[in-house]
């Protein structure tokens, strides 16, 4: 079974763009999270999708968006980049929510200029 | 204070020894995840918790959900164990705690 898989691996992105990440679950995996990791704040929780619907967000400010298609596949968009949004952003995937292991994929980095 | 602690954020061992990594928490959970993440990036979920042990191979994990704690033992260290362990907890959020780096030396 393949796993979770991300693209890009590298984005190379100025401030002020905006900035689309997809994310492929397990076959499967209905559950789809989001994680920002910085060597300052380590990892943080971004937002929870379960069956199209965001259930849960972390304390982002609104540029930061996500959704998840009938597929279970998922996109997060970042609008207006500031440098600190430079990060290694992973996304995690699961049969459900809360209970199950989380299979994570290897990650976006991007670097904002 | 964080919502999860570990402790001790930096360890360096020789091949063979006996390793605990600890973690507290503050928050009401339903679950506690222990992850391994290897330079690179890549992590890997190894155990998830809720009560009591678990054990595969040579780790085990344990937690003690009244005293709102959890430990990581890695029995028989090899350089190859040497990577950031992470520790997170999760009700409706997930929690991470800053992670204990860890470097087994031949």
């Known amino acids: 079974k393949a796993g979770v898989t991300q693209t890009p691996r590298y984005l190379i992105k100025t401030r002020g763009q905006q900035v689309t990440l997809s994310c492929s679950p397990i076959s499967g995996h209905r559950s789809v999270s989001w994680y920002q990791q910085t060597p300052g704040q380590g990892l943080q929780f971004l937002f929870e999708?379960?069956?199209?619907?965001?259930?849960n967000k972390g304390n982002f400010p609104g540029r930061f968006s996500g959704r998840q298609f009938s597929n279970s596949r998922s996109e997060m968009n970042v609008s207006t980049l500031e440098l600190g949004d430079s990060a290694l952003y992973l996304c995690?995937?699961?049969?459900?929510?809360?209970?199950?292991?989380?299979?994570f994929g290897p990650g976006t980095r991007l670097t904002v200029l | 204070k964080n919502e999860v602690e570990q402790s001790p954020q930096n360890l360096t061992a020789q091949e063979g020894e006996f390793i605990t990594i600890n973690c507290s928490y503050s928050v009401g959970i339903s679950a506690l995840h222990w992850l391994q993440q290897h330079p690179g990036g890549g992590i890997v979920s190894l155990f998830m918790l809720s009560s009591g042990k678990k054990k595969h191979g040579r780790l085990i994990a344990t937690i003690n959900i009244q005293e709102k704690h959890s430990s990581l033992h890695i029995t028989a260290s090899h350089p190859r164990d040497s990577a950031v362990y992470i520790c997170?907890?999760?009700?409706?959020?997930?929690?991470f705690g800053k992670g204990t780096r860890l470097h087994i030396l031949p």
């Open positions: 999708y379960f069956s199209e619907t965001q259930r």
């Open positions: 995690a995937s699961s049969l459900v929510v809360r209970y199950n292991e989380q299979f």
């Open positions: 997170a907890v999760r009700d409706d959020k997930i929690i």
